[in-house]
C-alpha cells in the first residue's frame, strides 16, 4: 500500500534519517531559487496509550493508516500556497513534511496551514481506525523556517523547536507564544538593564548587573517568564548568549575603576565566545581589562561534574576574569561552590537579606558569611535590599557591598545609587563617625616610604617589558608614563599571567603596553594620609589587593611607589608607637603623636587652628578633692573635646594630651568658631554631677582658658615654633576669667573675647 502512494505521489518522496545529506541538497537548491522551506513537524497524540489500551497490533495498524493517509493530508493541505519537497519519518508516529513556498510566508500563513492540515488528517484517521472507539485520535503539528545558513544543523534544531511547539496545540495561546519566543532568540531582541552595586560605606558604584529583559508589553518582558521559556525549549546557552553580547554592548560606559557582572548558568559555562572569542581586545579599545568584569555562577543549578567547571573557571581566572557565587544560600550547594570556585565575591541571596532587621538567625549566619569572606578574602555582596532597616542591619554586620531596589532600580543606563538611599548613607559615615573612640592620627609623609622602579613611555613594547621583568627579577612593577605622568601600570603576575594565556603571546607581545596596562592604577599624593592610603589600597579588588600605589606630587608628576607591605608595616610601626605613647588616662595621643601631626599640618595648605586648652585651678580641685576627683575631670575634658569635634569638626581633626590638664585641638580654621562656643557653652555642663558629689559651691567651679593659633601656609617651620606661641598665647587667655577663647596675639585688633556666663 505504502509503495502505492509514493508513486501516486511521486513529487514528493518519503526518506529515512540517512538520506540527510540528500535532503540537504534539496533544500539548498530550493533557497538558491529564492524560495523559502518550512519544516512542519507532525505526530499522533497518546500513541503509548493506544498501544496500551489495545495492543501493539493495533498501534501498528493505527501507524500504519496514518503512514499511508500522510502524503494525500500533505498535497491537500500545503500544496494549496507551496510546493512539498519531502516527507521524512523520523521515529515512532513522529514525521518530519518538508514545505516550499515561493515568496514570502508568514507565521500566521504557516499557523493556518497547520490548522488546516490537522483537521483533515485527523478527520481522514479517526475515520479509517473504527477499531478506537473510546475517542478520538487527535494529531499534534508544529513549524519550522530553514533559513540555509548551516542546512544541516538547521533540520535537527527545526525539529526541536516544531516538537515545542507541537506540544501546546496550534490554536492554544501557549503555542502563540512559543512561536514570538523563537522568532526573539532569532532576532535578538532583547535588551539589558542595569542595576547598580554599591560600596556601602561611600555609596559609589562598585558595578552594574547585567539584567535581560524581553521586548515590553510582551509575555517576556519579565526575566522570569523570559527563561522560564528558554527552559521549556531547552535554548537557555542560546538566550544568555544572547544576553551576554547584549551587555557587553554597553563597556563603553564603563570606567576603569568600574565593574560589570554578567550572569554565566553553570550549564552554559564554556562559551566559546567569552573565552576564545574577541571579548579582550574589545576591552582593549574602552582602555578596560578582563577584571572590570566579573562573571557571576548562579547557584540555582547544581554543577554536576566540579573537576570540569573547576577547569573552565581557572581558564577564566587566567584571562583574569573576575568571578562571582550568585544566589548564595539559595541553590543546592552553596558551600561546595564557594571552597571548589574560590569566588572574588560572594553574593548572598536575597532570601537571606529579607527582613534580617528583625531576624537574629539571620543575623547570625551573615555574621558569619562576612567573618569568613575577610579570611578568604573575598567581598561579600548582599542582594535584594529593599529597606532602610535592612541596609542599616548590613552596614552594621560589617557588609562593605549591596544592591537592591532600595539602593537602586534597574535601568537601561548606569544608573548610581537613589537619592534615599544616598542621604541615609551619609547619616550612616555620620553615625560611624561619631562613634569613633580613637582619633584619627596624620601618619609620616609619604615620602619618608617611597621607593623607584622602572618606568616605561605607553608606546614600548609589551615584549620590552617582559624583558625588563626578566632581567630584574628584584622588582614587581613597570610604570608607564606619559610626559612624566603616570597613567598606568604592569604588575610582573598580571603580565605573566596574560602571556601564559592561550594566545597570549601572539596576541599581545608586539603591542603597546596600553593594550595591557592597569589604566586605573592607585594614585596618592606625598601629603596623603598614610593611614587613609592604606585603607584605600586595602580596599581594592582581590586581583589589585598587592598592586603598588604610585605617588605623585603637586602636578601629577610621578615621583616613585610604595608597596602594600612597606605601606603596611609603617602604619604597624605607627600604632606601636601611638599605642606606647598615648596617654593611659584618656587613651589620646601623647607628645611624639603631637609633634609629628604638627609637623604634618604644617606642610599643608589648608587654613587651620590650633587650640591650646588648659584648665584653671586644677591643681587645686586635684589637692583638695583628691586623684580620683581630678582623674575624672581630664577624662570628661577629653571626652568633651571628642564631642566638640564631633559635632561640629571636619572629621579630619587632631585632638592630643600633652600632659596633665593640658591639651591640645587642630581643625580647620572655617569650624573653630561653632567649635569654640560649643566647648564654652558646654564645659560647666560636663562637670555638674562632680559638683554635686564635692558639694562644691559655685565659687569653686572649673573653667578652661583656650588660645587659639592660626597654622596657616608658611606661618611656620616646625612644631616647636607653633608650641611656643600657643605658650604665649595661653598666658594672655588666662588672664581673663572664666572658660575664655583668645586668638593668636598677632591678630589682636580682630580678636574676640567670649566667656562662659557666670562662670
Sequence with gaps: MLSTLIKKFRRFPYFSLDKRQWMKNVIRQEIEKGRNVVMFYVDIVKMTEVE??????????????FEGILPGVARQAFEIKGKILAIQKLWGDDFAIY???????????????????????????NRQVSFVNREDLRVHIGYATIAGHDIVREMYTSVKHAVHMAKYGITSEKYTHMTQFHKLLAEENVNMHFMPIIHLPDGQALGWEALARGPQNSPFAT?????????????VFRLEHICRKRALEQLRYLNPNEKLFINLDPRAIDDPFLLRGKVQSL????????????????ERHAITNYAVFRKIIEEYRKKGYLIAVDDAGAGYSSLESITEIYPDFIKLDMSLIRNIDVDPIKQALLETFVSFAEKVNCKIIAEGIETERELETLMDVGVVYGQGYYLGKPDKGMAQVSGQAM?????????????????????PDMTEILAKTICVEKHVRVRRVHEIFEQNQRIESVVVLEEGRPIGLVMRFSLYQILGGQYGIALYYERPVSHIMNTNPLKASKNDRLDEVAKRAMARDAYHLYDV????????????????????????????????????????????QIERELNGRIKQREAQMVIYCDLDRFKWFNDRYG???GDQIIVRTANLLRDASRRFGTGNDFIGHI???DFILITAADHVDALVTYLIDSFSSYFTDIYEKCRMGDDVQLSMSMAGVDLGPGMFTSAEAVARRAADVKMWAKSYPGTVFVRDREREEQASVETAGGC
Design 52 to 65: 496500551q489500551r489495545y495492543g501493539d497490533t493495533s498501534a501498528k495498524r493505527v501507524l500504519h493508516m
Design 99 to 125: 514545505v516550499s513556498f515561493g515568496g514570502q510566508v508568514s507565521d500566521e500563513d504557516c499557523r493556518m496551514l497547520s490548522i488546516h492540515f490537522q483537521e483533515l488528517a485527523e478527520r481522514q484517521l
Design 223 to 235: 526575566p522570569a517568564t523570559l527563561f522560564s521559556y528558554a527552559e521549556e525549549t531547552d535554548t
Design 283 to 298: 576591552l582593549a579599545n574602552y582602555g578596560l581589562n578582563p577584571h572590570n568584569i566579573v562573571f557571576e555562577i548562579t
Design 423 to 443: 542621604n541615609f548613607l551619609r547619616y550612616m559615615q555620620e553615625k560611624q563617625r561619631d562613634g569613633a573612640k580613637e582619633t584619627i592620627i596624620v601618619a
Design 549 to 592: 600605589v604610585i605617588i605623585v606630587g603637586e602636578q601629577n608628576e610621578y615621583l616613585g611607589i610604595v608597596t602594600v607591605q612597606n605601606l603596611l608595616d609603617k602604619m604597624a610601626s605607627i600604632k606601636l608607637e601611638m599605642a606606647s605613647s598615648a596617654n593611659p588616662l584618656t587613651g589620646l595621643p601623647g607628645n611624639v
Design 627 to 629: 586623684f580620683e576627683v
Design 659 to 661: 600632659g596633665g590638664d
